[in-house]
Structures are given as C-alpha cells and as structure tokens.
C-alpha cells in the first residue's frame, strides 16, 4: 500500500528557510504526481504544489510561488519542497501526496496521504 513519510518540519524564523522530504514506498513513485498540501485550523486544507511524474512540470499555490521550490528524485523515490523566504502564515502541518496518474496533481483526486510534517515560522 501507498506510504509515504515527512520529514524535516521544525521551527524557523521568518525569513528563514527549511527543507521537507517525503520518502515514498509501496508504490511505483516515478509513475504519479506527487504534490505538496498544508492545513491550518484557521485556513483547512490548502494545496501548496504540485510536480510531474517525470519532474517536467510543477505548479504552485500563488501564496507560496517564487518562495517554495518543488523537485523530486526517482531514484530515491523522494520528493522535496524547498522553502525560502518563509513567513508566519507559511505555519502549517505539510502532507505530500500522491496523484492519481503521471500529470494531474491537484487535490480534489490526490489519493494517497503522509502523516504530515510541522512546520512553525515564528521569531
């Protein structure tokens, strides 16, 4: 079945930058979209971005574009989201995800869920 694990959540500061990983088991990881999701109890659930199977195209939420970077690795079957720049409303627990085909990433059909990783930005 479908795992996938985070990493890399923490506390920064704003302005600041963090790394989160996603490792991905049980399933062909070089064949889905992957992306990246938040939620805050204030917002819900909000896509972040979204990346090709092949890494040949990603997208990003307009909150977070020019400030998070998206790529993966399938060799390692690890997916990443740089995040620079970071402000206070980037707080939030991250989820990567998987897509349900090579190209469709958004997160009315994601079909596969990590636990998610805490990421807090405060001075």
């Known amino acids: 079945q479908v795992q996938l694990v985070e990493s890399g959540g923490g506390l920064a500061q704003p302005g600041g930058s963090l790394r989160l990983s996603c490792a991905a088991s049980?399933?062909?990881?070089?064949?889905?979209?992957m992306s990246w999701a938040r939620h805050t109890t204030g917002k819900g659930l909000e896509w972040v971005s979204g990346?090709?199977?092949?890494?040949?195209?990603?997208n990003y939420a307009d909150s977070v574009k020019g400030r998070f970077t998206i790529s993966r690795d399938n060799v390692k079957n690890t997916l990443y989201l740089q995040m620079n720049s970071l402000k206070p409303e980037d707080t939030a627990l991250y989820f990567c995800?998987?897509?349900?085909?090579?190209?469709?990433?958004?997160?009315?059909?994601?079909?596969?869920w990590g636990q998610g990783t805490l990421v807090t930005v405060s001075s």
């Open positions: 990346i090709y199977s092949d890494g040949s195209n990603a």
């Open positions: 049980g399933f062909t990881f070089s064949n889905y979209a």
């Open positions: 995800a998987k897509g349900p085909s090579d190209t469709y990433y958004y997160i009315d059909a994601l079909d596969g």
